[in-house]
């Protein structure tokens, strides 16, 4: 029955639509990113493909749409060991990692003159949360991440400016927070997403 009030009708809000996902498929869900974590934990897939292959795990509404997503995963390399910690060291120059390289849980870089630049969405990681400490005297530092991707920076910098121009987007689950730390007399600090 529906009430009425002084000649108007009120009528009831509609029912919330069903989901469009049923509860039997979240356990499917949750299988296929933990492969995928494990995957780039063994440095089978860079930050950039993680984060691709994630998103597309959580939009898929059935069974069949995870079959794309996680049957062409890289086979693990038997025997590949990796340290804790990387270090970076320039004196004169600049120095860049870009494409395919392999970020450590723990990156020290010590510049005496010079940028440092690094892109982290062609990097392989071990998992877990990242690191990264960079001790500069004069030169400028550049850390490029893909979207949704939770950066975090500190530090301080006597002559210049840190900026973080991260993209409004929702943090993929399972991606390590990336914790930059810059320490540096002259030079401005710039923490940005890929676009």
Do not use: N
Request: one cysteine or more; proline letters at 9%.
């Amino acid at each position: 029955m529906v009430p009425r009030l002084a000649g108007v009708t009120v009528v009831p809000p509609p029912p919330p639509p069903p989901s469009s996902v049923p509860e039997s498929f979240e356990p499917e869900r949750h299988a296929a990113q933990a492969r995928l974590e494990s995957a780039v934990g063994d440095g089978r897939l860079t930050l950039d493909e993680f984060t691709d292959r994630c998103g597309r795990v959580w939009a898929a509404t059935a069974p069949g749409e995870l079959v794309g997503v996680l049957d062409d995963l890289p086979v693990p390399v038997v025997g590949q060991t990796a340290s804790a910690r990387s270090t970076i060291v320039c004196v004169i120059g600049d120095a860049r990692r870009r494409g395919r390289w392999s970020l450590r849980p723990r990156t020290t870089a010590w510049l005496l003159l010079g940028d440092l630049d690094l892109d982290l969405r062609g990097a392989l990681t071990t998992g877990g949360d990242i690191e990264i400490a960079v001790y500069s005297v004069l030169g400028d530092v550049t850390v490029t991440a893909p979207e949704g991707v939770e950066v975090e920076l500190g530090g301080f910098t006597l002559l210049g400016d840190h900026k973080i121009d991260l993209a409004a987007v929702p943090r993929v689950p399972g991606t390590p927070t990336v914790r930059v730390r810059v320490y540096s007399l002259l030079g401005d600090t710039a923490v940005r997403s890929a676009r």
